[in-house]
């Protein structure tokens, strides 16, 4: 079975410009989750899809990150424009059902962002 | 949200049993207590899950005592490789956040 897979793997950018993420989660899954892990915490989380409707998205900065996931299948993470403090390893997560009661997320590797 | 507590750093030596504690009130009764293990560059993995009793699977085991205040990760016979930093996550953790989690460093 495939994973989640995430891209890129690495990204550097300059304060102020834009970047975007993908994210595929395992087929099937109706429930993805972005994260944010700055060095030496742990995972935040960012936003939380069903299928393609927005459940949680109330630790999204919403003034310069966005998100989306059309035809509840892949999504994008977009930092329009990116800060020094964005610098962090962006996480992709999905599960079969949020609601279930021992819901387990499997997580693609990240994508590091380093903001200059 | 349920008020997790666990260590955030353990030294064990290769060969020995690992126990990491993780205490969390007001779970309820069929709630599910998830462990995950995160290695350095890799995203979190899903390594076991119970809400009673004791679980076990081919990586480690799960204890969680009647009252529910707490709950046990063992991993037995660790090796250099568990080298890594394990979160107890209580329901609804995930939708917030992981924590710090438990950093088990295992010396050879």
Redesign the interface.
């Known amino acids: 079975e495939a994973g ?1 897979a995430q891209s890129p793997r690495y990204k550097i950018i300059e304060k102020r410009q834009s970047v975007a993420f993908w994210c595929n989660p395992i087929s099937g899954h109706a429930t993805l ?1 972005w ?1 944010q892990q700055i060095l ?6 960012l936003i ?1 899809f069903q299928n393609n409707g927005v459940v ?1 998205d109330s ?1 999204l900065p919403k003034d310069r990150f966005s998100a989306e996931r059309l035809k509840g299948v892949d999504s994008t993470l977009k930092i329009q424009p990116a800060k020094l403090e964005d610098s962090a390893v962006y ?1 992709c ?1 999905s599960s079969l059902d ?1 609601q279930r ?10 994508t ?1 962002l380093s903001v200059l | 949200l349920a008020k997790t507590t666990q260590p955030i750093s353990m030294d064990s030596y290769e060969g020995q049993e690992v126990n990491i504690t993780c205490s969390h009130n007001n779970i309820a009764t069929n709630d599910y207590i998830t462990w995950y293990q995160q290695f350095p560059s890799q995203g979190p993995r899903f390594i076991i899950q119970g809400y009673k009793t004791k679980v076990t699977n081919e990586v480690a085991s799960l204890f969680i005592p009647a009252d529910r205040k707490s709950s046990t990760l063992s991993l037995p016979r660790v090796s250099l490789s568990d080298t890594a930093v394990y979160y107890c996550l209580p329901p609804g953790y995930q939708k917030v956040t992981f924590g710090i989690g438990t950093k088990l460093q295992v010396i050879p």
């Open positions: 989640v989750y994260y030496g915490q742990g995972p935040k989380l939380q949680d630790q996480l997560a949020r009661a021992n819901e387990k997320l499997f997580f693609g590797s990240g590091q």
